[in-house]
């Protein structure tokens, strides 16, 4: 199992995006947070098998209403999370630590 953290930036926010990584999450059984950040990006964590995360990843493209211009990809020590949330309110940027 491997945790990665996802900033993605674009037309991210109040367009549905958050929802859509929960689908995507849920369907490809990957567990782990999306929130939306004060700057405008989508900070997500995710755990999974390195394939499935891969997947996952390039699934973001795809997701309605959304124009994702950029995806920041950052692997991180494992995190264990029961299923898959969306977290409401505005996050803070991390290190990755």
Not at 1 to 15: A, N, P, W, Y
Not at 43 to 61: G, H, N, P, R
Not at 71 to 89: A, T, V, W
């Amino acid at each position: 199992m491997k945790t990665i953290e996802l900033l993605v930036s674009g037309r991210v926010q109040k367009v549905g995006f958050r929802a859509c990584i929960k689908k995507i999450a849920s369907d490809l059984h990957v567990t782990g947070t999306v929130i939306n950040l004060p700057d405008g990006r989508v900070q997500v964590y995710a755990t999974a098998d390195a394939m499935i995360l891969e997947k996952f990843t390039s699934m973001i493209y795809a997701c309605p209403r959304a124009v994702v211009r950029d995806i920041r990809c950052m692997e991180i020590p494992p995190k264990n999370y029961d299923d898959f949330s969306i977290i409401k309110g505005e996050g803070r940027i991390s290190t990755g630590l």
